[in-house]
């Protein structure tokens, strides 16, 4: 063995080079509670690394919600900048601002998003995009309601650098003005392996449902605006024809939407009330068909869901889910007017749909913009984030 001369000159070090800062990214948010908004949130989040963006999510709602772990174990930094007392909201978004120092501003509280964004203008942040989620605000038409609106939309023209919406039903929401090429859509993106790792029979071992009966299946949280009890008329109409079939709702915020209208569903032998799920992945493979009788929708990430694994989608006739059944195989529109008895004779015809035509759906779906990995890449763009080699 040769020794190495200490007295020798050592060659020169490289320097390593310094690395790119990570860009400081604000995001504008009610709360973090299981809802479609803060699943597709926390996907982005995971799928961009903190080396390459810093996240900061600011609820507005006086909680931080019960995904806040989850945040933060992807990396983020989540903090309160309550809403109320109004009046001191400004003073208090401010701080924030000044205490973040974000390259970036991302807001996602609807019309809202105007004030906030006005904000990060005088705050002088470069990029400051309002998300928009939905078709609506589910709020009534009152003069004093279209007169904020058209208040917020001005502001919003004003402060924003991008106006991005999830379907275009979404941008018209937010007013866009002709030729303006800020006001775009932005498609959510499903992680399809949040639903992998399951089949069938084992789905249906979890919730102790026969291997020979068609099974309906719905995911989303008790609100008015998800018209849950529908589910409940479809699923009698649906047992005229099929007296086995069963229905699977899991979603939070409790069942009393459906005990209300529904009184004794919760007895029933054949309907599942799941509550509140960790995973979709036994709810969506369990299933042969989803339904989704929503009165309003932005871009539904459990549509994307289910379709990534093969499970037909039966939906209201909404503006944006009319947008989105011409992109993907698998999703049929029925209005909400046809009634039960239609509903449930079209659920059955597509919970009849054999292995080919599940794989099909799937297939589609997961060779699709709607992937984590493309809307991951463009949020990198919209951030100017430099992917690491």
Known sequence: MTLADPTAPRPAQRRPPESTPAVRVLHVVGCLDRGGIETASLDICRAVPPGQAHQTF???????????????????????????????????????????????????????SAAVLAAARVARVPVRIARMWSEGDDKPASLRRRLLRGLCRAVLAHAATDVLGVTAAAVDFAGPRPHDRRYRVLYN???????????????????????????????????????????????????????????LVAGPLGVDDLTTAHPGVDRDPHV???????????????????LLPSLREGLPGVVLEALSVGVPVVAADLPSLREL?????????????????????????????????????????????????????????????????
């Open 325 to 389: 059944s011409v992109l993907v195989s698998g999703l049929t529109l029925v209005p909400l007017s046809a009634g039960p008895r239609v509903w449930a004779r079209v659920a059955l015809e597509q919970a009849g749909a054999d292995d080919a035509r599940r794989a099909d759906i799937a297939r589609a779906l997961r060779d699709s913009p709607f992937t984590l990995d493309h809307v991951a890449r463009q949020w990198r763009r919209l951030w100017r984030v430099d992917p690491a080699p």
């Open 189 to 247: 993106g499903v992680d399809t392996a949040r639903t992998d790792g399951w089949d069938r029979a084992a789905a249906r071992r979890r919730w102790e449902l026969p291997d020979d009966v068609p099974v309906f299946g719905f995911l989303g949280r008790a609100h008015p605006v998800k018209n849950r009890p529908f589910l409940v008329e479809v699923h009698h109409a649906a047992r005229e024809h099929h007296p086995g079939a069963r229905l």
């Open 58 to 112: 600011v609820t507005v709602n006086g909680v931080t919600g019960s995904l806040t772990p989850a945040y933060r174990d992807a990396g983020a930094t989540v903090v309160q900048c309550p809403l109320r007392p109004r009046h001191l909201f400004p003073l208090r978004l401010w701080r924030c601002l000044r205490a973040a120092r974000p390259d970036v501003v991302v807001s996602h509280i609807s019309l809202f």
């Open 272 to 290: 599942v009330l799941a509550g509140e799920v960790e995973e979709v992945g036994p709810v969506l493979h369990a299933a042969d068909v989803l």
